[in-house]
Structures are given as structure tokens and as C-alpha cells.
């Protein structure tokens, strides 16, 4: 019997709508609406039809006053979103109405936000390695640390995460290392020396597996997150890696740069299975949480050099 090659003879389709371009791209928890965020000061919503081809809806979330650097969904509310900007501001939305529900004013300017897998704790960092837990009942801050304490060690936190039990919390450093630290207490439990550059990026398996880490190094290393030991790396891509992330079935791990294609990699083999051509540096690649269907987006730019504010998914039958 022949091996069947996953991925082969699917298709991108690309969503436009946004004036400048799109940082971040994010799935609801039932992977129905697709979320972006754009240096336009925007995010907007998505309706997404796995098998349709119905022209798409989408709604403009209007508010902050500075790029939407990352956005991320409500692991249990499928119309609950929350977005970390560079006007200081996290705020949450309900997609039903399109407002902002709650708002934090924060110390800096947001780059990373990401929700406690359990949906009650957000955590956002900012430009000055400052790390704030919110409580999303209350959209107060329960926690704060700073990380660049001692003047020896200047850490530059990069993406943060949760494990899937939510009681590990891992930061990606400028200096190659992951800091795992327990939650809810944020007392160090581990440095993993993980790259021999600095470490951008994080993903959870859905598994609860592993974890992966993409660094400047050009590598994705994949970690057991039992053990804490790394097992293998994916080398495919040249350049720093930007992005990474698991589909939902944890088989295959996504992973781009400004390599000018996004590599789909077996998680177990480490073997690259498929690569979609990009025409310019990724900034944000996300599986789809049900099916396989993984939505990009990046420095895009027209004919003229200007931003085209465009995301694309991949994985349709038809383009």
C-alpha cells in the first residue's frame, strides 16, 4: 500500500481586511471563528467554515490605540477574546456584541498575552520583561514580576505559557533558556539551557507531551515535558523561528521564520511532511483546535511596499 503524504494537493486561502500588517492569529476553542490582530490597532473575527466555501463574515473589535501585538481566545468560551496592545491596555471582548468587556491598564507596552488553560488566569508580558497575571473575573492583577532584576542577568522574556494542568508556567529568554516556574506560586523550578541563541518562541502539545521551543538559532527543539529533557530538533528553516505550533491531534508541529515557507514537521519522526510557500517573513502561525487547518500570517506587502494586512489559512480541498 502506498504511503499516503499528508497535506499533499491542499490549499490556502487568503482573508483580507485589515489596513496594516497582521501580528497575530488565533482559533476559538471550538475552531469555528478565527481571530487577528494587526499594527493597524485592530483585531477582527472571522467566521470560518472547515468544509464551506460561503463568503466570510467578519467584525472589527475597535478600541486600542496602538498596534494588537497577540491575541488569544477563552479556552472555555467559544466568544470571549482577549487582546494585549502596545497602548499599555489588555482587554477583553465578547464577539456576540463586539465590545470590550473589561479593560487593565497595564505598566508597558504588550507584546504576549496567553490564557490559563482552565480559563481563569490570563498572563500578559510586556516590552520591559514585566510578567502580570490577571484574574478574569475580576480583570485585576493577582501577580507581577519584573525580570531583568539583577543587572548580570538580563533575561529579555520573550512567549509564555502554561502546561496543560496549569501548574507549570514556562518563559522563552533572550539568552537561550526556558524558566519553568511553578504556578501559582511563580518560584523558579527549572532553567532549561535549550538554544545557543535566544528563544522566541513557545507551543504546548494537546497532549501534554511535550513542549516545543523555536530560538534564533534557526532550531525548534521538542522537550518531554515529564522529564524536562529535549528529544529531538526540526532543522529545516535558516532563519530565526518566529512561530510555532502543534495541530490538534499533537502528531505534527508547524514552525516558521522569515524562510520564505512554513515547514509541517512529523513531531515523532522529526521528518519535514509538507512546506507552504510564503512570500514573506511569518509572524504568526496557529492549528486550528479540530481540524487540520493552520492560519498564518506576516509581513506581507503589495506591489507598491505597503502592508497588506492579510492572513491566510491552509488545508482547504479547493483553493
Known sequence: MAETIPFKNLHSREYQGHKKKVHSVAWNCIGTKLASGSVDQTARVWHIEPHGHSKVKDLELKGHTDSVDQLCWDPKHADLIATASGDKTVRL????????????????????????PDGTHVAVGNRDDELTILDVRKFKPIH???????????????EIAWNMSGDMFF??????????????SLQAVDTLTAHTAGCYC?????????????????????????????????TKLEWPVRTISFNHTGEYIASASEDLFIDISNVESGRSVHQIPCRAAMNSVEWNPKYNLLAYAGDDKN?????????????????
Open 171 to 184: 518563559l522563552t529568554t533572550g539568552n537561550g533558556t526556558v524558566e519553568v516556574l511553578g504556578y501559582p
Open 93 to 116: 471582548w465578547d464577539v456576540r456584541s463586539g465590545k470590550c468587556s473589561q479593560q487593565a491598564e497595564l505598566s508597558g507596552e504588550n507584546i504576549n498575552i496567553t490564557y490559563k
Open 202 to 234: 513557545i507551543a504546548i502539545d494537546p497532549l501534554g507531551r511535550y513542549f516545543a521551543v523555536g530560538s534564533a538559532d534557526s532550531l525548534v527543539s521538542l522537550w518531554d515535558i515529564s522529564e524536562m529533557l529535549c528529544v529531538r530538533t526540526f
Open 144 to 158: 507581577k514580576r519584573k525580570f531583568n532584576y539583577e543587572a548580570s542577568i538580563l533575561l529579555f522574556v520573550n
Open 303 to 319: 506591489k507598491y511596499q505597503a502592508d497588506e494586512g492579510v492572513f491566510r489559512i491552509f488545508g482547504f480541498e479547493s483553493a
